[in-house]
Structures are given as C-alpha cells and as structure tokens.
C-alpha cells in the first residue's frame, strides 16, 4: 500500500513532487522513491507489505525506460509472474510491482484486465512519452487527477495536488447537489471543480497533451447472464470454496494480516475461513460503543472466543466522535451525510497501534449478496403495485424496519409507510431509491441563495442518467438496485470515507475478499433466490456458513453501522458543544455562503427544544451535512497546502531511498 503522485509538464520540479509525496507519508510512511525527467516526475510513499526489502518504487525495465508507481496490493502476482516467466520475462524482485510492470510490457494498455486485485496504479513509459493509469474494478483505491495547461497531474488524495500552485481550488456545488441527493458524489465528480477521479474499472492514457479514459471491465448484471444449473448442497459448497480463495488471495502478505470483527454474518465468516487458513493465529479489532443502540459487543465477544483470536477493541463516546472529527474531515477530503467514519478512524489508529498494516473487512457483501434492506423493500413495493389499495401488504414493511424508532410508534409507522405509496408505480430507472434520494433531498432548503441560483436547471438524476451503462435498462429491478448501490454509496462513501480514508489516514490497508472480481463474476452468476429469497437476505451466505458459525450469528438481520450523530455534538440540554459554536455560527455560515443562516439557525433551535432520541434521520443528517461542510470549507479553502507540505517535508528528508532519472539510476 503506498500513497503515489506525479507530475507531466514541460516544467517539471523535483521539489515538487517531494511536497506531493510529504502530503501523503500517512499513506506511505516507509519511505519515498521518486522518478523525473524532462517530461515527467512521478513517486510513491510506500507502506511496506510485500517484498519488505526488493519492493522499493519506482519500479523499472532493464532498459531503464519505463517505470512504475502504484498503490494497493495485486494478488495474483504468484501466479502472473509464472505465466511472464514462460513468456521470457524475468524478474529482479519478489515484489507485485514488479509483476505489474512487466504485465504492461506484455500486454499493453489492457493489462489491468489481468490483475486481480485493489489498486491504482501509474506507468510513464518514456519511449512513448506516454502516461498511463488504472483503477481497480470496485474503486478500492483511490486515484485524482487535474487536467490545465501545460499541466496534467495525479495523485492518491486530492491535498497532494493542491501544493501545486498552478491548481486552483473552487467548490463544485453539484457534487454538493448529489451528496444531498444520493449521500456522496457520483461518476468522476469531487468536491472540487476541474479536479477528477478516475473511475474504477478504468484505464487512461495521456499522451501528446490528450487524455483518453476507457473501461477494462464492466459490471455483470446477474439477469443478463446464462446461469449455471447447481443443486443447492453444491453451489453451497462451491460458496464457501470461492469465498475461502478471495479470502486466501488476501493474506498473501510479508507482513501480519489482522481482521475487523464487527459482530455481524460478513466479517464473521470472513474470520471463519481467515482462522482456517492462518491456524487459529489471527487478530481481530472491534468498535463497541458506550450507547447500546450502536453497540455489537456480545455478538464479537462470541466470534473472537468462538475462533480464539487475539482480540482487541475500543469504546467509542459522542465525545469521541466530536474530538476526532476535524481529523475525519481531513482525510475524507468530503463533506459527509454521517459520522460512521469517525470510530473507523480511532479503529484504525488502535490497529496501526498493535504494529498491523493489514486487516480484513466484510464489506461488500451486502452490495454482492443482497444484503440490504433496501432490496427486501424493493420486493415489497413491488409485491403492494400489484394490489396498491391492499392494508395488509404494506405493513410488510414493518417487519424489515422494526428496529427503527419511528416504525415502532403506529402513528409514525402509518406516515412512514404512506411516504412509499407515492413512488409504487414510478417509471424512473431509479424506481428502487427514488423514496430515499427525494426524502434526502428536501434538505436542500439549507442551501443558501447563492447556491440555489448557480445549481438553477441543474438535476443530479439527469446527470446520474449519464453514467448508467448499457444493459442497465434491460437488467431487472433487483439488478438496478444493486447497481446503484455501487456506483454510489460503495465507490463514494462506503470504500472511501469510511474505508480508504479512515484506515490509511493511520497507515493501514483494508482487504475486502467479497470485492474479489472474480467472486463477484460468479455470485452475479447464482439465481436470485440464491440470494434473496422471499424477504431472507444473503441467503447463500447464511446457508453455507451454518456448519461453521453460531445460528445466532447466521439468523442475525443485518444490523447497520451507525454511530451517535447530533447527539456527538449536543449536549443533553441542548447545549451545543464548542465545535458546534466554532463552525455553525453566523459569521462562519455566511462566510463560506454554502447555507442560510436562517434556516441552520432553525435546524440548531429544534435540537435544542427536542429530544434528541425523537430526532429523524433527515435532521441527523441536515446536521452532519452541514458541520461537516463548514469544517472542510475552512480546512480546504482557508488552508496554504504548499507551506504545510514544506514544514512536513523537513522532518520526511531522510526517507528519500529511490531517485531515479535527473542523472541517477538505481534500478529496484
């Protein structure tokens, strides 16, 4: 795992790319390794897992001619180095970038179809005077970059590209629109304008001043698929055989590998056949919280006894949410709708703290299984169309919301169920979020007048539409669901400020075996019902998992990550914590001229006359939102970034190992 960056310009500046690196070091902290010449500069800040000693970057041909940078970890690299071998390719080192490289020497631009693996990864072949970069399949691993005059420059995380003085820093309010809309931004949108990301499952090339972005693979929506015809015992069977190899190709590792244990069907069985593999020798790193409604304390104490792990966890206060909470913000680089990620961070620094680089997660599954409520509330809308006046098929709802305060009041039950009945017959290619993305929306009120009149005649759905792919309106309404679970919520919340950010913000990879792409490929192969079979979620998971974990683990719903929201921030008298005073005040809101005044002014006297238990999902929301926008305006608009590199780059010198080009070559 590495942070990299890079530089192509006529006016490329060595020191340059060291204050890119020196904004990276908490992704990277082993040391730095860096390539220029008249055209290009690019470098990595490594964090060392495989090959401790050999894996040094940039990586290099024999001719000397091209070379590489990356982060994140190809799995595969046993088994393609094998296969270049018997192609004639030979090898310096036992690292994964040295795999990658020559993949690129054998194969091309298509080379990213054959890693299996999380990544970002970028090659200046300077016999082309060309720059090529690829994102992983899932967009596991982030990858930003800015196109100007006489300037193209990437990076891991968006700060490193603001030492450069020649990047401006302007708000791009229609990703704020789509984090009102849909919780984050979508396609290659930021919170900046004219910085990218690239998408995942993507390569680009830039060459004689052009960039062209093409995909290497693509989604395979499951009912646009030939399936194959398993008894349920085989395909069980065959479950836990692909999950055990996803899970396998993941502890390939010259460092320790640990796990997240949350409680939970994913990360547990993630720990069955990592425990299977690793001989019981395996630690595992829980969050439980001092308030019980967040709290799945009893559920990993089962799991870590049940396996014998070495387990080690942190209670997570509202004080700690609020302490760390600027922190989040810095390393999301985003504006965010909840404060999930915030014990992630304190996790990872518990992590980091043991002396582990690596650890497992669950997630995903949810996304490739149908996990989510969301989908059995799909089945159920679609189940009440059918008979729309019918008073019985409604209350289907209940039961998959029984745990939500409002459900569990008949009065707030009835006006939540009514809210469903408006979209029951929606046309809308976004039929299965359509509830939840218009409910989100109405906090749109707290943008300001500004803001209203540059978003006029914009429509984050209509954009949305744009990044749909083909097949997407002949797949089903299930598929759909799942598609737009992933290409917004996964890839712009879930995998980054609540994966990516918060683990390397303490210098720790996150490996998720269920985003396996060849795991997918064959889940997405399985029947539904395999899957989701009346209202029972993950079925095959459950099913298959029964002879290795508790029933009280694979019977479990699907209990959320959540974690204390206004609550954090407010004191139990209404009082609003200093964090609260320093960023939601007059002068502060009408400074960064993103929110009314008036209206934050209303939200702020509602939570100081209310309960906070009997607050709604969307003033908890409204709130987070907003703080969180207000923090990383004055943290991303206010800050000099090049002078911060330079006071962190004097204490970084000594870990300049690898300069290669400007007249010094030391191949890796």
Same mark, same amino acid.
């Given at each position: 795992m590495c942070g990299i960056a890079g530089i192509i310009s006529s006016k490329t500046d060595l020191h340059d790319l060291d204050l890119m690196l020196a904004q990276l070091d908490h992704r990277g902290p082993d040391g730095f390794g860096t390539y220029k010449d008249s055209q290009a500069a690019i470098g990595s800040s490594r964090l060392a897992i495989v090959d401790i000693q050999g894996g040094n970057q940039p990586v290099t041909n024999t001719s000397e001619d091209v070379f590489l940078v990356f982060n994140g970890e190809v799995y595969n690299y046993v088994e393609l180095r094998e296969e270049l071998k018997k192609k004639g390719h030979t090898f310096r080192t036992r690292s994964d970038a040295e795999v990658i490289l020559h993949c690129y020497l054998e194969y091309g631009n298509s080379f990213g179809a054959y890693l299996n693996g999380q990544f970002s990864i970028a090659i200046w072949d300077q016999r082309r005077h060309r720059l090529v970069l690829v994102r992983d399949r899932m967009g596991v691993r982030p990858l930003f970059f800015y196109q100007g005059n006489d300037l193209f420059a990437f990076a891991s995380e968006i700060k490193s590209l603001f030492v450069l003085p020649r990047i401006p820093r302007e708000l791009n309010l229609k990703a704020l629109d789509q984090l009102f809309t849909f919780w984050t931004p979508i396609g290659n949108h930021t919170f900046f304008k004219n910085i990218e990301e690239l998408l995942p499952g993507h390569t680009l090339i830039f060459e004689n001043e052009k960039?062209?972005?093409?995909?290497?693979?693509?989604?395979?929506?499951?009912? /646009? *698929?030939?399936?194959? &015809?398993r008894s349920t015992r085989g395909t069980e069977e065959e479950f836990?055989?692909? /999950? *055990?190899?996803?899970? &396998?190709?993941?502890?390939?590792?010259?460092?320790?590998?640990?796990a997240y244990l949350s409680g939970g069907i994913d990360s547990s069985a993630i720990i069955a056949l990592a425990s299977r593999s690793l001989k019981g020798n395996l630690k595992t790193f829980s969050v439980s919280f001092e308030d019980e409604t967040y709290d799945e304390q009893k559920s990993q104490k089962l799991i870590s006894g049940l396996f014998k792990t070495r387990h080690a966890d942190i209670t997570c206060s509202g004080g700690d949410i609020a302490e760390s909470f600027q922190e989040v913000i810095e390393h999301t680089e985003a504006p965010i709708f909840r404060t999930a990620p915030a014990p992630l961070f304190l996790l990872s620094k518990l992590v980091h703290e043991k002396g582990i680089k690596v650890v497992l997660s669950g997630e995903g599954a949810d996304e490739i299984l149908l996990g989510y409520d969301l989908f059995r509330e799909l089945k159920i809308r679609k189940f009440w169309a059918r008979q729309p006046e019918s008073e019985w098929r409604p209350l289907l709802l209940k039961k998959i919301y029984a745990y939500l305060p409002h459900f569990q009041n008949p009065r707030y039950a009835n006006l939540a169920i009514q809210s469903f009945k408006a979209n029951l017959h929606d046309a809308s290619p976004f039929y299965s979020?359509?509830?939840?993305?218009?409910?989100?929306?109405?906090?749109?009120?707290?943008?300001?007048?500004?803001?209203?009149?540059?978003?006029?005649?914009?429509?984050?759905?209509?954009?949305?539409k744009s990044f749909l792919p083909e097949g997407y309106d002949k797949a089903d309404t299930v598929d759909q669901a799942q598609y737009l679970e992933l290409i917004t919520l996964l890839k712009g919340y879930l995998l980054s400020s609540q994966g990516d950010r918060m683990a390397m913000a303490h210098s720790v990879e996150t490996r998720f075996p269920f985003l396996d792409h060849e795991f997918i490929e064959y889940a997405n192969a399985l029947p539904v019902q395999a899957k989701l079979k009346g209202l029972r979620d993950k079925r095959i998971l459950r099913n298959s998992m029964k002879n290795i974990l508790p029933d009280s683990i694979c019977s479990r719903p699907k209990f959320a990550f959540q974690a204390p929201e206004i609550r954090a921030f407010m004191g139990r008298g209404g009082e609003c914590s200093s964090m609260v005073l320093n960023f939601m005040n007059r002068e502060a809101i009408q400074k960064s001229r993103i929110y009314d005044w008036d209206m934050v002014e209303t939200l702020l006297k509602k939570i100081r006359k209310s309960s906070l238990d009997r607050l709604g999902m969307r003033d908890n929301s409204a709130f987070v939102q907003i703080l969180s926008t207000q923090i990383f305006y004055a943290q991303f608009f206010e800050q000099d970034f090049r002078r911060l590199a330079e006071e962190k780059l004097k204490t970084l010198k000594t870990k300049f190992f690898v300069r290669l080009g400007a007249g010094k070559t030391v191949p890796c």
């Open positions: 960039k062209t972005i093409v995909p290497y693979w693509a989604w395979p929506f499951p009912s /646009l *698929q030939n399936k194959p &015809d836990v055989a692909r /999950l *055990q190899k996803a899970v &396998d190709f993941r502890l390939r590792s010259d460092v320790e590998v640990g979020h359509l509830v939840r993305w218009n409910n989100q929306a109405l906090n749109k009120i707290y943008f300001s007048g500004d803001a209203h009149q540059m978003l006029q005649g914009y429509n984050a759905m209509s954009e949305l």
